[in-house]
Nanobody, 115 residues
């Protein structure tokens, strides 16, 4: 059964940090590209960062220098380390796995940055 399960979200103050985790129950995990997306209230889902199957990572300009995506192929986990959090980072964060035309999504985890 294919399943992506996110965890680690919560309420933090501006400037704080969180580490999101995604447990991926996938056959051939190392062949999938992995990504984190987020959806702000009232807006469409947007890409945050990617970790390709070849190990190359990238992040969007809005989080560059603050967020770091990583993957552990042995454990089938993907992480998103979030530092220097801002109120505008408040969103539901989703784990994504993709390979060719196969796309899978996690259920999402809420991140709220507020004083």
């Amino acid at each position: 059964q294919v399943q992506l399960v996110e965890s680690g979200g919560g309420l933090v103050q501006p400037g704080g940090s969180l580490r999101l985790s995604c447990a991926a129950s996938l056959d051939n995990f190392m062949l999938y590209g992995m990504a984190w997306y987020r959806q702000h209230p009232g807006k469409e889902r947007e890409l945050v960062a990617t970790a390709a199957s070849d190990g190359i990572t990238s992040s969007e300009d809005s989080v560059k220098g603050r967020f770091t995506i990583s993957r552990d192929n042995a454990k089938k986990f993907v992480y998103l380390q979030m530092n220097s959090l801002k109120p505008e980072d408040t969103a539901v964060y989703y784990c994504n796995a993709h390979k060719w035309d196969r796309i899978y999504w996690g259920q999402g985890t809420q991140v709220t940055v507020s004083s």
